[in-house]
Structures are given as C-alpha cells and as structure tokens.
DNA sequence: GCTTGACCTTGACGCTGCGTCAAGATTTAG
DNA sequence: CTAAATCTTGACGCAGCGTCAAGGTCAAGC
C-alpha cells in the first residue's frame, strides 16, 4: 500500500531528490509522512508522479505541470502552447548552427562569408545551394526542372504571384485575422491553388494532397528564411495555422 | 583614448553589468582603473569585448570563448566541436516536438497514438507521411513516382542493398574507423554509386553534385530517424563526416 | 544489546550568465 | 552648490535538481 521514498523513485525511474524537491514544491507531496519524518507514497502518488515525469519529457516546466494537473487547465492548450515555445527554441538553433557553420567556413578561408547574401524566399536560383544543404536537395530537384522549363515571363508571373499571396499572408497575419476564418480561409485557398501549377506535386483526389500542405506549412514556420517570407515566425505561424485548417475541411 | 563602463557597453550593444561580470571572470579586465576605482576601456578591450560577444551569439560558452581568446586554442576546431553539441540539441528539441505533436493529436482523440509505428529507414511507403511533414514533401514526391515505377524485385533488390550499406556504415562507424580514411570512404564511393541510381538527382561533370551529398549528410544527421538507421547520431555523423570528405576530394 | 549497513531527514551550496535592486561614493551639468 | 548621472561593491534570483554534509532510524545478524 505504502512506499518508502526509494521505491517510488525506482518504480517511476527517477531519484528521492526529485521527489523531496516536488514535495517542497507542493507538486507531489506525501501521501503520508510517518512520526519519524519519513515520507510515504500510495498508488494515486505514483500516477500523479508519473504524469510528472512524462509532462517534464516534453519540456514543461514544473509551473507549468503544476497549472495542468491542479486547477486542471486544459492540458491540450498547455502542450499546444509549449510547443510554440519548442518550436521557437528550434528555429533559434536552427539560426545558430547556420551562423556557427559559416562562421566555419569563412575562417578556414575557403570562401569570403558572403552568406549574408539576401534569401529571396522563392527565387529558385538563390534557392538551391540552401534548399540542398537543408532538405536533402530532392526538395530541389523536382522543382528545378520543372522551374528551368518555364519561359521567363511564366517565371517572372510565377513570382509576382508568390509575392502577391505573401503580401496578403503578412498582411491578414499583422491583423490578427482567424487563421480558420473566412478570408484567411480565401487567402488558403489561394495558395492551394497556385501550388497546383506546380507539376508533381502529390495529389489526393484532384487536389494537392492534405499532408503535403500541411507538411509545406510546417516547413514554411520551420525554416526561418520561409518564415521571413512570410513576416517572420508569427507570420509564418499563421500561415500554418490556416493551411492545416484548410486541409482539415476542404483536403 | 579611454571609453567609460558606459560607453562601451553602448558601443558594444551590451550592458554595463555584463562588461562588470566579465571582468570579474577575467575574461575582459579593465584596461585601467581609476583611482576612483572606475573602470575604463580601450579600444583593444572593446575588439575583445566585441568577439567575446560574437562567440556567445553563436552560444559558446564563457570558459570556450575564455580558452579561444586567451589560450589561443584554434578557434575553428572550438566552434566545431560546438557545433556538434548544437546539433545534439536541435535533435533533441526534434524528438521534444514530435513527441509533444504526438501526445496533443492522442489527446484530442482523433487517432489512437500509434505514433510508434517502426521507421523503415527506406521504405517509401511508411517513409511518406513522415518525409512529407519534416521535409516539405517536395522530398518525397520526386522519390515517389521513381519508386513507384520499379518493379517489385527491383524495389527488393534496392532495400536490400540500402540495408546492407547501412549495415557497413554502423559497422564502420563502431570501429572507430577514420571517416577519412580508406575504408570509410570506400562506403562513401558506394553510398554515392547507390544514389545514382536514383534518378533526378542533382549532377555535375557526369556524378551526384557534391552539394547534394554534403546536403545528404546533414540530413541523416538532423533527422534522428535516418540517424536511427545508421546505428544512431554516431553512427550518422561518421556518415556525414565521411560523404563530406568524399564529395571534398571527388566530386 | 550492540554493531552494521541501508535508508531516511533537513540544510545548503553549485551550476549559467547575467538582471536587478541596494546603499553609498563620485562626477557632471546648470 | 545642488540635483541628476554615473560609478562602485555586494548580493539575491532564476530552474531543477545533483551532490555533499551531518545526523536520526530501522532491520538484521552476532
């Protein structure tokens, strides 16, 4: 029934300091602490330990685990939340590792850090060497030929229109519009809609696929020179937020 | 001549408490202290302050940036080594979100969490939705239609031979054998020669364009599923190492 | 009954890189 | 000469425990 400090620990793959620091912080006290100070854990303890631990896995902090398993907010809205902030924490390493290999690169002098060049976001031509150094280069590709095999007008069309919808993206973004709602809703139809002139591109039904374009919002908010097409990492957030909506109801 | 606490820390973009710390660290003295016991900074302390900062933008840490700046230690070997704990993280923060995505789509119901699904490194089926989500899907889909078009012995014969490089690669890579030395590079020639089958693939001067291998490198890296297939982030850095070196000399 | 371990307790420092008062001395502008 | 800046040293705070330290408690064997 009861169990000593040390068994608890064990059972839930932790240490007794772990479980003396939740008790301080009233996240896990006791169940019962015996005449002599020790403390004692019952079954209910070690499940509330165990949402404890699996909720620290995923990065909450002990606040955090406090607010979802005490006033029992809504535990979806908290990982949702969290995951904005992971999502943060990535593209800063993301930003990092980037800065980190060209500083590399420039002192072993094989070439002048001129990766300061601009990222024109749907510019196939700067496109390349990032989109093969980041996605594996079949991102590119596929895409390429079928770039190379347009007429410079269509190209220059394909990219007013790429500016275009990212114009109004920022735009409806900086209004704090509903990404679910009706014009971002448009404005997602839009983009579906200019991503089917792009050949190849998988297809479910006469349209683009539901998880490619969900799959293309989370890489817009991903890759950070996606997200300054789009304004930023709020900008591409929203941009997500409505295509997954989109493909939800219409994909 | 002399600069006030101030002023450096204006001209630097940091604050006067961080230029008091990093004296107190001894990572930057003051180049003279009054008798009034202010501190006053020249223009060679404010050249060191400048790349102390530049280091900790790239998020080493004050006892690296010390051994870089004082001990002369080569700076790029430091930053390499950093970069491989960066790396480190960005696939921890990886495995965090997958997880937390995971655990939010189980919460709401809409699919039982079969999440754990195994990953088969190279089958194309299972590897779909997952490339899509991670990669964007232009990855995928080039892929796919090539794939689609082999027949089902040929589709055997290139899993096989795919499992069985990933086997002399994991084998390789816990012998610690020198990704640039004979043997590693051996695979290396016959990891690309098995990418050339793969049809679409970036060229140059008649073999896979070397961006396009490096690219590949990092990519078994950055996604700890591929890492899994080459015996885990050891395993896939030896890979990468070794393609980086491959394309270097011969491509 | 006594000695040994094994296990328990509270208390407190350590880690990272500063932010942020606090109290007091000094310089500068007006 | 005074008020406003600016400077000093000193010290707590943060996140989540790891890690001694010093000292009770308990079950078991002699």
Redesign the pocket.
């Known amino acids: 029934m009861d169990h000593?400090?040390?068994?608890i620990?064990r059972l839930a793959g932790?240490?007794?300091?772990?479980?003396?620091?939740?008790?301080?912080?009233g996240l896990l006290p006791?169940s019962r602490?015996?005449?002599?100070?020790?403390?004692?854990y019952d079954e209910r303890a070690l499940v509330r330990l165990q949402r404890?631990l699996l909720l620290?896995e995923l990065g909450?902090?002990?606040?955090?685990?406090r607010e979802v398993l005490d006033r029992e907010v809504d535990e979806t809205a908290a990982l949702t939340a969290h995951l904005g902030w992971l999502e943060q924490e990535q593209r800063r390493l993301q930003r990092q590792i980037r800065s980190v290999r060209t500083t590399i690169t420039a002192l072993e002098g094989e070439e002048p850090l001129m990766a300061d060049i601009m990222f024109d976001g749907f510019d196939h031509t700067t496109y390349k060497e990032e989109v093969e150094q980041r996605w594996g280069a079949d991102a590119y590709r596929a895409g390429d030929s079928w770039w190379q095999s347009k007429s410079p007008a269509e190209q220059a069309d394909w990219k007013a229109r790429s500016t275009e919808l990212a114009t109004a993206w920022v735009d409806a973004a900086t209004r704090q519009v509903d990404p679910a709602g009706e014009e971002a809703q448009a404005l997602a139809a839009r983009h579906v809609e200019w991503l089917d002139g792009v050949p190849g591109i998988p297809r479910e039904n006469g349209t683009p696929a539901a998880a490619y374009v969900r799959g293309l919002g989370e890489m817009y908010l991903a890759d950070d020179r996606f997200a300054a097409n789009y304004g930023g990492a709020s900008g591409a957030t929203f941009v997500r937020d409505a295509l997954t909506a989109y493909a939800d109801r219409h994909l």
Do not use: C
């Open positions: 000593s400090i040390q068994d620990a932790t240490t007794s300091r772990t479980l003396r620091h939740y008790g301080a912080e006791p602490i015996g005449e002599n100070g020790y403390r004692y404890i620290r909450l902090g002990l606040p955090a685990i």
